[in-house]
C-alpha cells in the first residue's frame, strides 16, 4: 500500500497521441493527478473522464497535470479518445497488472463480452512534484467515486491552510 507523504512508484506509459508519459518527468506547480480508469467497457469512466475534462481548466489553473490512464490496449484506448468527449485528457494506456497492483489498485476479471479479460478498478491519486503522494482513493467497484468538484474544493482548503497529507501512520 502507498502511504502519504512516501514516494510513488514510477509509471512510463505510452499515451494515444504516439507520445510517452513519465511520472517522474513530470513538473507540476502543484500537483499530479493521475485518474485510473477501469477502461473503455466503462460508462461510469466515461462519465467520470468527461467531468475530468468539464474541469480540466479548473485544475490546470492551479498547477495539477492531469493523466487518464487504464490497463487497456491502444486500440481500446484510442477508441476512448476518439468516442469519449474528452479531448485535452492526455490518455495513457498499457498499464500493467504489475504496476496496478504496486499502486494498490484492485484487479478484476471480465464478468461480460464487452469486458477485457483483466483490468483494474478505479483510483485517484493526488502526488506531489516530488513524487510523494498526497491522497488517494481508491475503489473496489466502478460505483461512489469522488466527483472532482469536491476534489477542487479540497485542494484549494489544502492550499489555503497548508493542510498535511493524512493517514501517513502505519
Not at 4 to 33: A, F, I, M, R
Request: charged content about 30%.
Amino acid at each position: 500500500m502507498i502511504t502519504p507523504t512516501h514516494k510513488v512508484p514510477n509509471l512510463t506509459l505510452d499515451l494515444v497521441n504516439g507520445t510517452q508519459w513519465e511520472l517522474q518527468k513530470q513538473s507540476p506547480e502543484k500537483y499530479t493527478l493521475l485518474v485510473f480508469y477501469r477502461g473503455y467497457h466503462c460508462p461510469k469512466c466515461k462519465e467520470q473522464l468527461e467531468e475530468l475534462k468539464d474541469k480540466l481548466d479548473a485544475f490546470t489553473e492551479r498547477g495539477i497535470n492531469v493523466i487518464g490512464i487504464s490497463m487497456d490496449s491502444e486500440k481500446r484506448a484510442k477508441k476512448t479518445e476518439d468516442e469519449w468527449d474528452i479531448e485535452a485528457i492526455p490518455i495513457a494506456y498499457g498499464l500493467s497488472e504489475k504496476e496496478a497492483r504496486a499502486w494498490g489498485l484492485y484487479i478484476s476479471t471480465s464478468i461480460s463480452d464487452s469486458e477485457p479479460e483483466i483490468f483494474s478498478e478505479p483510483g485517484l491519486f493526488l502526488v506531489k512534484p516530488d513524487t510523494t503522494l498526497y491522497l488517494s482513493s481508491i475503489q473496489t467497484m466502478p460505483f461512489a467515486r469522488p466527483h472532482f468538484k469536491d476534489l477542487l474544493n479540497a485542494i484549494d482548503f489544502i492550499e489555503k491552510k497548508g493542510y498535511p497529507a493524512r493517514g501517513v501512520k502505519q
